[in-house]
């Protein structure tokens, strides 16, 4: 059963081998509603910790030439907030290890001067202008202005089962870790992003939670995730429910597992879960993406012993952004790493009965969360 909560996995990673090679991430995505004009824009929120072990009072970037050059491992806090849509923008902000607090117990926190989060709440400010983009390429950043003031509630898990776990975790036995506390996340506060107000309502902000942490990325990487659902044989929306998928090629003590993904979807109470590192339930998966001049697409089949899974899923180039993360050897090796949150897909679900397959339904997604990339060849 994967919708079982376990907070222990959101804390802060960063111990032992980790400290010196690692990082630890805290994502948030939702929904919120232009205050004056209804209009609704889809953001996100990371909190991005570095290598603590090689920490200094102010932040060491990676990117920049200098440190490059002597082989200088990066070392920070980034906070990195924006936007998709046809404005979307990714800004990026570090702080060094002496200017933030990070709590390394349960439930975690990490403060600083202009930025908070918590299991319960997320609040901070970036504002970047253009000349500081320009001249910084190594704040790997967009130019622009957003606060964020939130309340959190995570009410659906993925838990991923042993692969995370405690015994796990302590061997630090897996290249990245992946903990999804918050499928379904209610946001409550306001974002002001380039001076516009945005109202973020618990019930209409379709939100999602999630941490990884590791030593280095999977390529190839793929994501996709939504709670906005809606049921082509009913016509009514599936409240409650919500799907998750990822990974691409996880790798234990440095041995690829290539194609392999990770997916849950609760639907209508019900839970239906394609966990490749669960053998006993034969686990099958296939995916492929694609992109066009104009939009990028999604395919995955997953089946286990009692059901299937298809999901397809587009989203417009134009409403996506290629995000930026440098590994924590200092190397950026995803140079072309799609990331959006307005996509739309569809799903089918079905039974195994007697060697046949039962439609149980066919489901219309929406605010889908979707990511691909693959390491610069």
Request: glycine share 10%; net charge positive.
């Amino acid at each position: 059963m994967f919708a079982k909560s376990d907070v222990s996995r959101n804390k802060c990673m960063l111990f032992s081998g980790f400290a010196f090679n690692g990082y630890d991430w805290w994502w948030h995505n939702f929904t919120g509603i232009n205050e004056k004009t209804g209009e609704k824009k889809t953001f996100f929120i990371e909190y991005y910790l570095c290598n603590p072990g090689h920490g200094r009072k102010e932040a060491v970037l990676g990117q920049l030439e200098a440190n490059k050059n002597k082989g200088i491992k990066p070392s920070y806090l980034m906070v990195k907030a924006g936007c998709w849509g046809e404005d979307s923008l990714e800004l990026n902000k570090f702080y060094g290890w002496g200017e933030i607090a990070v709590s390394r117990s349960v439930p975690y926190s990490i403060n600083c001067k202009d930025c908070f989060a918590s299991e319960n709440s997320i609040t901070g400010m970036i504002s970047i202008d253009e000349q500081t983009a320009k001249d910084h390429p190594e704040y790997m950043t967009d130019a622009g202005s957003m606060y964020w003031n939130l309340k959190v509630s995570k009410n659906l898990p993925f838990n991923v089962g042993y692969g995370a776990s405690k015994l796990f975790r302590d061997l630090e036995a897996f290249e990245m870790y992946w903990h999804v506390e918050g499928m379904r996340t209610l946001f409550d506060g306001e974002v002001v992003l380039n001076g516009v107000t945005y109202k973020v309502i618990p019930n209409k902000c379709y939100g999602y939670a999630d941490k990884n942490w590791g030593r280095d990325f999977t390529s190839p990487w793929l994501w996709l995730s939504s709670n906005n659902l809606k049921s082509r044989l009913t016509g009514k929306k599936l409240k409650g429910s919500a799907f998750d998928i990822g990974g691409g090629c996880p790798k234990i003590y440095m041995v690829s597992l290539k194609r392999k993904l990770l997916g849950a979807f609760y639907y209508r109470g019900e839970e239906y879960e394609y966990n490749f590192s669960k053998f006993w339930d034969k686990v099958h998966t296939r995916f492929r993406f694609y992109e066009t001049e104009d939009a990028a697409y999604w395919y995955v089949a997953q089946e286990n012993l009692d059901s299937v899974m298809i999901t397809k899923v587009k989203c417009l180039k134009k409403d996506m952004i290629c995000i930026n993360y440098e590994s924590p050897d200092g190397m950026k090796r995803h140079n072309k790493l799609l990331n959006g949150g307005t996509g739309i897909g569809r799903i089918k679900l079905y039974k195994k009965l007697g060697g046949k397959l039962k439609l149980i339904d066919d489901i219309d997604a929406y605010n889908v969360g979707c990511e691909y990339g693959e390491y610069d060849k």
